[in-house]
T-cell receptor, first 110, second 114 residues
Framework: SQQGEEDPQALSIQEGENATMNCSYKTSINNLQWYRQNSGRGLVHLILIRSNEREKHSGRLRVTLDTSKKSSSLLITASRAADTASYFCATDTNAGKSTFGDGTTLTVKP | NAGVTQTPKFQVLKTGQSMTLQCAQDMNHEYMSWYRQDPGMGLRLIHYSVGAGITDQGEVPNGYNVSRSTTEDFPLRLLSAAPSQTSVYFC?????????????FGPGTRLTVT
């Protein structure tokens, strides 16, 4: 069964708006990662947050982690059409073994 | 660096045929994994390896075999293809950095079993 579940399944916004997607998981984790997948391509790593961290920034990305609620959120600020993609969270409990959610499909309209 | 490479990009098999999906990485990563992605879904782990000579099963290992004789290569073998194995297959590799690591993905192999 999937460890991580993203919400919403699909999100459509206008260019310039912020996009927020959430990830919930079931068991204790070492860290949580977010990946992006453009249509028909492989996944690209965006950001990693360790279990002892609460917030992390990378450019226009902001990730939060609440281990008490077993949830994480990914915020993309000032979105661009090029941000259109699917976004996945992956939870890591053992080295080399990640569990992915089903993803949020983001559409940014120009 | 080429990163993670996968061959072939596309493959059509008939039910019962066998084949090997190739994966290679040139980053000297210890960890390598195989995932499958069905339409509209996330990735499910098939098999993974924490180093040459060491492999383990993931979430959906049935019907697949792997071996890891070198650090660079991690082939995935389909023993007797079934239509349920129609999917996109991704290979990934990662380094170890304490308890945290990021995975580098190949471009994928799109497999259709008729």
């Amino acid at each position: 069964s999937q460890q991580g579940e993203e919400d919403p399944q699909a999100l459509s916004i206008q260019e310039g708006e912020n996009a927020t997607m959430n990830c919930s998981y079931k068991t204790s984790i070492n860290n949580l990662q977010w990946y992006r997948q453009n249509s028909g391509r492989g996944l690209v790593h965006l950001i990693l947050i360790r279990s002892n961290e609460r917030e992390k920034h990378s450019g226009r990305l902001r990730v939060t982690l609440d281990t008490s609620k077993k949830s994480s959120s990914l915020l993309i600020t000032a979105s661009r059409a090029a941000d259109t993609a699917s976004y996945f969270c992956a939870t890591d409990t053992n080295a080399g073994k990640s569990t992915f959610g089903d993803g949020t499909t983001l559409t940014v309209k120009p | 660096n080429a990163g993670v490479t996968q061959t072939p990009k596309f493959q059509v098999l008939k039910t019962g045929q066998s084949m090997t999906l190739q994966c290679a990485q040139d980053m000297n990563h210890e960890y390598m994994s195989w995932y499958r992605q069905d339409p509209g879904m996330g990735l499910r782990l098939i098999h993974y390896s924490v180093g040459a000579g060491i492999t383990d099963q993931g979430e959906v290992p049935n019907g697949y075999n792997v071996s890891r004789s070198t650090t660079e290569d991690f082939p995935l073998r389909l023993l007797s293809a079934a239509p349920s194995q129609t999917s996109v297959y991704f290979c990934a590799s990662s380094y170890a950095s304490g308890i945290a690591y990021e995975q580098y993905f190949g471009p994928g192999t799109r497999l259709t079993v008729t």
